[in-house]
């Protein structure tokens, strides 16, 4: 096969339904645009990405296969798109390149700015009237005297085999109940060392990002603790309640009575225990990165729920109770959907060189917003375009690593919009009851990125 690059021609091979290219065309390549082969190639191989299945050998000729040559690309995205237009069948295109290229198309244009000024209006509307559908957050934390008497209290009620005298409704989210299998903490817990400056680390414990979130908030904190280790033991411990108490005052932890049996996704980060473990374990493994870095990868362990009561969806449904118009069904499954977050994790078990790795991945759907173009074109079909963001560990040693993620981005996609799509629906049906009418179809337009980290954490 022959493809037309930058006005000159180049052999390619197929083989096993895959599409290589040999070592002295791709050096031919490399000079007509000036790129560093040997640099690229030492890369990709760093990366794990050449192994057996895209680098061959035939008749003494090594060959590559042209995904190789894409990644190489990176960035050069005017590059990457005349090469697969030169290719006649896509098949040979891993599909995240391909949904990566996609992306960049659409995010290349803004003329489709100008459709939304009433939107910056809206904004602007928002911001005047101190809207509800916002939450206020603490993002001060609380001073050094303050922590140290939490601890101390926390502390004292592990300690205490009087239980508290306290409601359910009033229990801090540090209580439980003490029993003889509760060890109890030493002396130690909640003493600082000699040479701390306690205040002054909590002071420098803000994120340096203008305007954080809560989760990165709450990320920095945890992180800070971890590092500075500024008690004489304990420092996990410490760490975990002063990253709970933080959200707890920001009311991201709900608590519920033994007869509830559910957690409410809109009122709590659903932080679980093994979330904080991992988060741990994350900064831990990660010493010599930059805080930023690991603050990055904590996040979604805290953020990945809605944590605002929102009160214009409240308002809206009552509306519609009122005026059960299809017309109003309709404004609610806008807001509703254009409000919603859908995530899945999944993870599964692969061999590198000398382990088996498990490894985690997830879908994500954000940023999802109506098209009212398509949707006018459907009859009964709402159509939202939708941000759809893939993320999986991938070990540079994992075994024929390119293969693999390449799996697991396909996988991502179908199995995530099954998943998170029968959450959106469940609740849907559950806010709208008997309205809810299954003749309204929804469609979802997504626009898949792709990121790969090779830093596996556990």
Wanted: proline residues 3%; glycine residues 2%.
């Amino acid at each position: 096969m022959t493809i037309k690059i930058n006005d000159l021609e180049y052999e390619l091979k197929e083989q096993n339904d895959k599409l290589f290219i040999s070592n002295s065309e791709l050096e031919r390549f490399a000079k007509n645009i000036n790129l560093l082969i040997k640099y690229k190639l030492m890369d990709l191989k760093i990366d794990g990405l050449i192994d057996d299945e895209t680098k061959i050998t035939l008749d003494d000729v090594t060959y590559y296969d042209i995904n190789l040559v894409l990644l190489m690309l990176k960035n050069n995205n005017e590059l990457i798109k005349e090469i697969i237009s030169a290719i006649p069948d896509k098949k040979y295109i891993w599909e995240y390149i391909i949904d990566s290229l996609d992306q960049y198309e659409a995010k290349k244009n803004i003329d489709y700015i100008y459709n939304y000024i009433d939107l910056f209006e809206s904004f602007y509307e928002v911001s005047e009237n101190h809207s509800y559908c916002y939450r206020t957050t603490y993002y001060t934390y609380q001073d050094a005297k303050y922590y140290l008497k939490l601890l101390a209290n926390v502390k004292k009620m592990i300690n205490d085999e009087k239980k508290p005298k306290r409601s359910t409704k009033d229990k801090p989210f540090y209580y439980f109940e003490v029993d003889d299998s509760l060890r109890i903490l030493s002396k130690d817990f909640g003493v600082l060392r000699e040479d701390v400056d306690f205040k002054k680390i909590i002071e420098n414990a803000y994120p340096d990002i203008e305007r954080p979130t809560l989760a990165q908030s709450a990320a920095s904190l945890l992180y800070t603790i971890i590092m500075e280790k500024p008690f004489v033991a304990y420092n996990y411990e410490a760490a975990a309640i002063m990253t709970l108490d933080y959200l707890d005052l920001n009311n991201a932890i709900y608590r519920r009575d033994k007869s509830e049996n559910f957690i409410n996704p809109h009122l709590t980060l659903n932080v679980s225990s093994s979330d904080l473990m991992y988060a741990i374990k994350l900064v831990e493994d990660n010493k010599r990165k930059k805080k930023a870095d690991v603050i990055k990868k904590i996040v979604p362990l805290f953020g990945m729920k809605k944590i605002s009561y929102d009160y214009e969806k409240k308002q809206k449904l009552a509306k519609l109770l009122e005026n059960p118009t299809k017309d109003e069904i309709y404004r609610y499954i806008v807001y509703f959907t254009e409000h919603y977050h859908g995530y899945q994790g999944y993870y599964e078990y692969y061999k590198g060189d000398s382990i088996v790795y498990k490894i985690h991945y997830h879908g994500e759907y954000t940023n999802l917003k109506f098209n009212i173009l398509k949707s006018m074109d459907s009859q009964d079909t709402l159509v939202f375009d939708c941000e759809a963001h893939a993320y999986t560990e991938g070990p540079t040693d994992l075994l024929h690593r390119a293969k693999v993620t390449a799996l697991i981005y396909e996988e991502i996609k179908r199995r995530s919009y099954d998943d998170i799509l029968n959450d959106y629906f469940k609740e849907l049906k559950m806010d709208l009851k008997k309205l809810y009418d299954p003749s309204i179809k929804i469609e979802f337009n997504l626009k898949w990125d792709y990121e790969m980290d090779p830093d596996y954490e556990w």
